[in-house]
């Protein structure tokens, strides 16, 4: 069976629930003034863990260490999001959450700059319209 729509649904309500906490501002000072975006939320099927993935925003130059303190910051908060989950999702048990870094936003940059050092050159329309044509 493919996965349910239930842990979607799930998933969508945590991310918006913690974007939200985030944005009115958690007292921990390693998340204070700090860009973070929630950009997914996997729920396992039976409901008992949720993977949160994260992007943190930094200035350029920034090494992988604030992600680090940020990480640290999000998993000490995690028993305040857990509660505020469960009240306003109004469920019983609600998911432990294990917070990890997307890095699909840099590997899609490379991915970018590895295609623009390459020599290629997109096909003229001029020959695709002059057969449509005949």
Do not use: W
């Not at 974007?19 to 958690?26: A, F, N, Q, T, Y």
């Not at 350029?60 to 940020?70: H, L, R, T, Y």
């Not at 999001?81 to 999702?89: A, N, V």
């Not at 699909?104 to 020599?119: A, C, K, P």
């Amino acid at each position: 069976m493919g996965k349910g729509y239930r842990t979607g649904r799930l998933g969508e309500e945590i991310r918006r629930i913690i974007s939200d906490m985030l944005l009115k501002g958690v007292k921990d000072p390693r998340l204070a003034g700090r860009m973070i975006s929630i950009t997914g939320v996997e729920v396992t099927s039976d409901g008992s863990y949720a993977t949160c993935y994260i992007t943190v925003f930094a200035a350029a130059g920034s090494d992988a260490e604030p992600n680090k303190e940020v990480l640290e910051g999000l998993h000490s908060a995690s028993g305040m999001f857990r509660s505020e989950i469960g009240k306003q999702l109004k469920i019983r048990h609600a998911p432990e959450l294990i917070f990890k870094i997307d890095s699909s936003m840099e590997y899609g940059r490379h991915i970018d700059e590895v295609l623009s050092t390459l020599d290629i050159r997109p096909e003229e329309p001029e020959q695709e319209e002059q057969e449509d044509e005949q």
